[in-house]
């Protein structure tokens, strides 16, 4: 397996424009999360999903952000609108079951000018 | 918060010595992990233990966890240059399977 699949790898936009960031878990694999990287807070959790289902979206900053699962290979975390604030790497990670070892992609820079 | 809190923040240490880091969290867990960071890539993971274990160990890595302290901590042996990245301990709790990540330990192996 190609493990956690990421993209874009770099993403550079401007404030107000609508930002896509993609993932593809590894196959079988049941959980998957979102995660937000920056120097101040650190790794932020911002919503897991388990079987599909959106488990826990508490952190999820706000309503310009949102994320689905639409089937087991693939996720979305969407950004409407986008500020510079929202600049940031973002995480994907996907597990067999929840609770258990996480396998992390290689994360998408965003930055938001 | 329920995240894990590691110390020290920054670590500096030559090839060979050994590097110890510290995480506590605040309530009850189901598993505690630990991750590894590259610059500029995604978290490894390295090692999961239990509520119910108190020591585990996978290669050059020991991990021990006092649930009575809510504390769990990492020692890498006989480190190499390669071992230079952040750390990071992740908890899972009961009730809520989030994982939860604390904000690193950086650590630098000098050759």
């Known amino acids: 397996d190609a493990g956690v699949i990421q993209s874009p790898r770099h993403e550079v936009t401007e404030m107000g424009q609508e930002v896509t960031l993609r993932c593809k878990p590894i196959?079988?694999?049941?959980?998957l999360f979102w995660y937000r990287q920056t120097m101040m807070r650190g790794l932020e959790l911002l919503i897991y999903?388990?079987?599909?289902?959106?488990?826990?979206d508490s952190g999820m900053p706000e309503d310009r952000f949102s994320a689905k699962m639409p089937n087991a290979s693939f996720s979305t975390l969407k950004i409407q609108p986008s500020e510079p604030r929202d600049s940031a790497v973002y995480f994907c990670?996907?597990?067999?079951?929840?609770?258990?070892?996480?396998?992390f992609g290689q994360g998408t820079r965003l930055t938001v000018v | 918060s329920q995240q894990g809190e590691e110390d020290p923040q920054a670590l500096s240490i030559q090839e060979g010595e050994n590097a110890t880091m510290n995480c506590s969290y605040k309530?009850?867990?189901?598993?505690l992990q630990w991750y590894r960071q590259n610059s500029g890539r995604g978290l490894v993971h390295l090692i999961l233990?239990?509520?119910?274990?108190r020591e585990k160990h996978s290669g050059r890595l020991r991990v021990t966890l006092d649930t009575s302290k809510k504390s769990s901590s990492l020692l890498i042996t006989a480190s190499r240059a390669a071992d230079t990245a952040s750390y990071f301990c992740a908890t899972v709790f009961y009730g809520n399977n989030r994982l939860a990540f604390g904000k690193g330990n950086q650590v630098v192996v000098i050759p």
């Open positions: 233990i239990r509520s119910n274990e």
């Open positions: 999903f388990n079987n599909n289902v959106p488990i826990d």
């Open positions: 309530t009850s867990i189901n598993n």
């Open positions: 990670a996907s597990s067999d079951r929840v609770g258990t070892e996480a396998f």
């Open positions: 196959s079988g694999h049941n959980s």
